[in-house]
């Protein structure tokens, strides 16, 4: 059978303690990032993750907070990923290379991992996100080294295939033999990219 749902919970920590355990999940995730919970007393953070063949699927949610993936470490640590992010709950506002999004839920976001970037989110977000792997886009012809962020509706259309099918993919993902999760992930990655080609 294929992965289990990870959980990890900040709750119940000191506020140092929850920023190291948060920092440290995000690390095993997709990389290294720091994080400020914007003068907030507590950080309280929790992830559900999984993998389908070699996609992370997350479900994260997090009280308002600053991440950013800055310049000195971009040149000190690989981030071989592209990031999916589809918001389902409250707003944030994304900036890399001078472009600003701000998401609100429906919204879908295809970000390069590894280019500098910030994330803020004044109040508690929840996001659905897949990471996936350059190589997976590279192997499709995807020219992840020319990829701007993108922002996309998960309202309607190919976005709203692509979330459903994501969720639908989270809730299963325990349930897939590694065959089958091979070919989920080629289906998803395919239907994930139909609407950034």
């Given at each position: 059978m294929s992965d289990t749902v990870h959980s990890l919970t900040t709750s119940g920590l000191s506020p140092k303690k929850q920023i190291q355990c948060w920092s440290e999940a995000l690390t095993d995730l997709c990389g290294q990032f720091d994080i400020d919970p914007l003068q907030a007393s507590s950080l309280e953070a929790r992830v559900n993750y999984t993998t389908v063949s070699k996609l992370k699927l997350c479900q994260i949610e997090v009280s308002q907070h600053r991440i950013a993936h800055t310049v000195s470490r971009a040149?000190?640590?690989e981030h071989p990923y592209v990031k999916i992010l589809f918001q389902t709950h409250g707003t944030s506002y994304f900036e890399q290379d001078g472009r600003r999004f701000e998401l609100m839920p429906g919204d879908c976001l295809a970000y390069d991992v590894s280019c500098p970037h910030t994330i803020i989110s004044p109040a508690l977000t929840r996001h659905e996100v897949v990471i996936v792997p350059k190589a997976l886009l590279q192997e499709r012809g995807f020219h992840t080294s020319k990829m701007s962020a993108c922002k996309l509706s998960a309202r309607t259309g190919t976005g709203r295939?692509?979330?459903?099918?994501?969720?639908?993919?989270?809730d299963q993902a325990a349930r897939l033999s590694p065959n089958n999760a091979v070919v989920v992930a080629d289906s998803l990655i395919d239907l994930l990219l139909l609407p950034l080609r």
């Open positions: 040149k000190s640590s295939i692509a979330h459903d099918f994501v969720h639908a993919a989270f």
